[in-house]
């Protein structure tokens, strides 16, 4: 599948760009600055949530630490992967509706187009979406001579390409490591490009070197549309519930339909006069207190857009709590008990048969922080027993502080100590000694990169690649059906894992610790 993703070329983009007309109809960028995003930059995890990227120990160690905030990364001199927080900006930039990107970075950091175009388009046919779908990008291709002599020239040459080429109704320009590191007034280039063109031109800062925590880079996001795209509200939607999630499947619209309310999916998918307008929901919620507490305190800040203060809609409980709090936001609180038992009531003979099947099996759970506990709460909902969660980092605290966030807390607190609890960011040097040692039957894991591993060591694997699919009561189902089908591969997995060669001998594999983690710095 071709990707429209085109390297500006050096000798095209050092000149100025040639005058644009103004389109007559524009969406107008914000007029009024919101008090949490009145600056370019945004705080870093690290220094906003006091997040970690190491930690060996128990669930209810990590989140009684986490309450004094005295926890720390450990220093890690050697590690063989990682991920970095333009990469997590792509992911919801690339796919916003009718927008273009523009990458000012080498052409290397531009390589997450062609699998979001798959991905953009695979989703958009499950959520009914018609007209085609595609990634729609421009690198600026930084090279030596631009970091000596800046590349400002290519980035006004970059969006300039961007808009004659696309004719898109907003235009996202992520800064890079190389971009930030020469100095690149990228603030005011896209000030000044905004005037021209007449679209929002919103700068993202997601350079990778100011934060060790990728999921910084979903901030750097969400920062650059509150200050350039969302205007605030000109009425409010009673029934409207934001809705931020990765692309995935439209499991919301039903669920929230039983309580006469809609979903309001943000960002992927959604256009620019969807995501302008967000301000005029009833209420904001999430499938991930990692994406989405900062831009959800964001609306509620500066629009007065309440956040529901309930954990994200996985497991029957937590369900019960979120549509509960979704319902005194919307004035449903009238009907939401009806709901809730109606729902009980429906899944409970399909539940009682995948309990049946997967009681007292074994899963770890691997997958980014707060889903991960997710995760393990639908688990233990199904009748599984955790025998160890890894997370890629760890946020000590919430965006607002609220403890109804805390999900970590709140399993602990529903569900007991669980042992064995790692935070990771993904080293398989680290992880295929712990998943040997706790043999799980098992294994979730949030990212596909990590299922292969799975499968390699004989453990039946599951990738929770769409995250919507599983929520809501039906999600519960549809995870638990999953896990049941592929619990009849083991036969051809252990086959499998007696001929695979590993890199690693047995010495370092029966070595306990991570050798590589050393002190707190």
Known sequence: MHTPTAPVTENATLAEPAPVAVPVAAVPANTKAPALTATADFEVRERRLKSILTYQGTAHDLNERSKCLSLKTARRPFQQCSDCSQMCAETLTYCIKGAAVVVHSPIGCCSEASPSNVSINVVARSRGIGEHQTVRAVCTNIQERDT????????????????????????????????????????????????????????????????????????????????????????????????????????????????????NYLLPLADIETIASMSEAACTAHICETLATYVAQGLERSYGVPEVKAPSPFGIAWTDLWLRAVARHTGKSDIVESVIDAEHERIAPRLAVLRHELAGKKVYIFAGDSYAHSLTNMAIDLGLKPVGIATLHHDQKVDGDFEELNTLGTLVADRGDIDNFTVCNKQPYQMIKILRRLDPDLLIVRHQGLTIMGAKLGIPTILEGDVNVSAGYEGVLKIGERLVQVLRTRKLLRTIADRVEWPYTDRWLEKQGDIFVKEAF
């Open 148 to 263: 000596i002599y800046g590349a400002s020239g290519k980035l006004r040459g970059a969006i300039t390409l961007a808009f004659k080429r696309y004719a898109p109704t907003a235009i996202f320009v992520q800064s890079s490591c190389a971009a930030g590191i020469i100095g690149d007034d990228i603030e005011s280039v896209t000030d000044e490009m905004a005037a021209t063109l007449g679209i929002p031109v919103v700068p993202i800062f997601c350079e990778g070197f100011k934060s060790r925590m990728w999921s910084s880079g979903f901030d750097a996001v969400f920062h650059g549309v509150l200050r350039k795209v969302v205007r605030p509200p000109r009425t409010t939607q009673e029934d409207l519930v934001n809705i931020f999630n990765f692309l995935g499947s439209d499991s919301f619209t039903p669920l929230l339909a039983k309580l006469g309310l809609r979903a």
